[in-house]
């Protein structure tokens, strides 16, 4: 039966188009199915990093900051995010963590919303960050938080609704939240639709100026390969610039910034969301990482991605015996984000043998088997042999047994 589906997994390899994109990374024997936590470096970024730092730093020292791009990187690189998110330049700007990016939108987002909206309405199941962020803004704002499914937040969304907070991917089961929906109900509402990108950007087009979303966050060392804690970043619609009221008014966002002057004056556009001195390295580092989506179109990465995840799955049915793993994930590709998520009794001990035999995901405890698919540097024949040492696995773990039964 293996045969079966390794040889299938040829042929899809074979007639994978993103195929060759495979070599810019720095892989092993392995399969590397945690690229959704910490994508995999692309071959290129240490001499380009070894440049940054022996004459970039080394060398021009303090006149890097303006022959080596380094004050104008923040924006830059936020327009090559762009184009994998649906947004124009000068609607990004990259910098700080996912974290302080929820705190200033969602308090940019309250204010923008104006008087009378006291309610904020955050994903019931979001990544915890996001949700203690949201938290604290309300409580520093004066909002009231409004914990919801994503699904039930349009019926919800009213007189009061300031904004709503939702990752566009659940980061535990994957599902793929319809982001076009809800941000047309939230505007019906007179709401602003904050998004966390997370888990979309890098791997499904996200439409951000198409649908009108008002602010969105993301990572960039997930499906962005940015390398680990590389600066996230922050969108503001366009309309939204000219009003946008950044609650951490850093100097780096001031209109003249060697002006040094003691008032405030926000400077124009995306580059309002910066706050103080980037983090050059590892912004740097990203930016070279950005180099692997030159030529790449994201919905070609979306269709292999929706592929790779049908297969998976099909594998995982075959090879699994009925009832030891169960997928969360959802089964029609427009709830589906880019990986798949299987619920096992015994997910930490399969989860840590996965790895020893050169199989990583991860686990989201207690009972979460995380794979997830990252287009440019996973193949077919990657999947199937997931699914095989996932069967292999379970063999040599015993099924967990109901008390009465032990
Ligand atoms: C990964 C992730 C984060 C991470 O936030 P950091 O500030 O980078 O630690 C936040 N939100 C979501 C939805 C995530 O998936």
Redesign the pocket.
């Given at each position: 039966m293996s045969d079966t589906y390794a040889r299938r997994a040829a042929e899809l390899d074979r007639a994978d188009g993103l195929g060759v994109h495979r070599k810019k990374f720095v892989l092993d024997e392995g399969v590397y199915l945690d690229g959704n936590s910490l994508g995999a470096l692309p071959a290129h970024v240490p001499a380009r990093m070894a440049d940054v730092l022996a004459r970039e730093w080394g060398e021009l020292r303090i006149r890097s900051w303006d022959e080596s791009g380094w004050w104008t990187a923040p924006e830059r690189i936020g327009d090559r995010i762009a184009p994998l998110v649906g947004a124009a330049p000068g609607r990004i700007v990259v910098g700080d963590?996912?974290?302080?990016n929820v705190f200033k939108a969602v308090v940019a987002a309250a204010r923008l919303a104006g008087e009378g909206r006291d309610e904020i309405l955050v994903d019931a199941t979001?990544?915890p960050?996001?949700g203690y962020i949201a938290a604290s803004a309300a409580r520093l704002t004066g909002h009231r938080i409004v914990p919801l499914d994503p699904a039930e937040m349009a019926a919800a969304a009213g007189p009061r609704t300031a904004l709503a907070l939702v990752?566009h991917v659940d980061?535990r089961t994957g599902r793929l939240q319809d982001l076009p929906g809800l941000t047309a109900a939230l505007h019906a509402a007179g709401a602003l639709a904050v998004w966390?990108l997370?888990?979309s950007a890098g791997a499904l087009p996200v439409g951000l100026d198409e649908h009108g979303v008002d602010l969105a966050v993301g990572?960039t060392y997930?499906y962005l390969n940015g390398g680990p804690g590389s600066p996230?970043y922050l969108y503001v619609a366009e309309r939204h610039q000219a009003a946008f009221d950044s609650p951490l008014p850093g100097w780096n966002s001031h209109a003249d910034p060697f002006g040094m002057t003691p008032g405030y004056q926000a400077a124009d556009g995306a580059l309002r969301g910066r706050v103080g001195t980037p983090d050059i390295l590892s912004t740097l580092a990203l930016e070279s990482a950005l180099d692997v989506w030159d030529g790449v179109a994201i919905e070609d990465v979306r269709a292999k991605s929706l592929a790779l995840t049908d297969f998976f799955l099909e594998c995982v049915e075959a090879y699994v015996p009925a009832g030891r793993v169960v997928s969360v994930t959802p089964e029609a590709h427009g709830e589906r984000g880019s990986q798949v998520a299987l619920r096992c009794a015994e997910a930490p001990a399969v989860m840590a043998e996965l790895i020893r035999r050169g199989v990583v995901g991860d686990l989201r405890r207690p009972d979460i088997l995380r794979f997830g698919f990252t287009p440019l540097y996973v193949g077919f024949a990657d999947a199937e042999r997931a699914a095989r040492v996932l069967a292999e696995v379970l063999a040599d773990v015993p099924a967990h047994l109901p008390p009465a039964q032990v």
């Amino acid at each position: 039966m293996s045969d079966t589906y390794a040889r299938r997994a040829a042929e899809l390899d074979r007639a994978d188009g993103l195929g060759v994109h495979r070599k810019k990374f720095v892989l092993d024997e392995g399969v590397y199915l945690d690229g959704n936590s910490l994508g995999a470096l692309p071959a290129h970024v240490p001499a380009r990093m070894a440049d940054v730092l022996a004459r970039e730093w080394g060398e021009l020292r303090i006149r890097s900051w303006d022959e080596s791009g380094w004050w104008t990187a923040p924006e830059r690189i936020g327009d090559r995010i762009a184009p994998l998110v649906g947004a124009a330049p000068g609607r990004i700007v990259v910098g700080d963590s996912t974290s302080v990016n929820v705190f200033k939108a969602v308090v940019a987002a309250a204010r923008l919303a104006g008087e009378g909206r006291d309610e904020i309405l955050v994903d019931a199941t979001t990544f915890p960050t996001d949700g203690y962020i949201a938290a604290s803004a309300a409580r520093l704002t004066g909002h009231r938080i409004v914990p919801l499914d994503p699904a039930e937040m349009a019926a919800a969304a009213g007189p009061r609704t300031a904004l709503a907070l939702v990752n566009h991917v659940d980061y535990r089961t994957g599902r793929l939240q319809d982001l076009p929906g809800l941000t047309a109900a939230l505007h019906a509402a007179g709401a602003l639709a904050v998004w966390d990108l997370c888990h979309s950007a890098g791997a499904l087009p996200v439409g951000l100026d198409e649908h009108g979303v008002d602010l969105a966050v993301g990572c960039t060392y997930k499906y962005l390969n940015g390398g680990p804690g590389s600066p996230a970043y922050l969108y503001v619609a366009e309309r939204h610039q000219a009003a946008f009221d950044s609650p951490l008014p850093g100097w780096n966002s001031h209109a003249d910034p060697f002006g040094m002057t003691p008032g405030y004056q926000a400077a124009d556009g995306a580059l309002r969301g910066r706050v103080g001195t980037p983090d050059i390295l590892s912004t740097l580092a990203l930016e070279s990482a950005l180099d692997v989506w030159d030529g790449v179109a994201i919905e070609d990465v979306r269709a292999k991605s929706l592929a790779l995840t049908d297969f998976f799955l099909e594998c995982v049915e075959a090879y699994v015996p009925a009832g030891r793993v169960v997928s969360v994930t959802p089964e029609a590709h427009g709830e589906r984000g880019s990986q798949v998520a299987l619920r096992c009794a015994e997910a930490p001990a399969v989860m840590a043998e996965l790895i020893r035999r050169g199989v990583v995901g991860d686990l989201r405890r207690p009972d979460i088997l995380r794979f997830g698919f990252t287009p440019l540097y996973v193949g077919f024949a990657d999947a199937e042999r997931a699914a095989r040492v996932l069967a292999e696995v379970l063999a040599d773990v015993p099924a967990h047994l109901p008390p009465a039964q032990v």
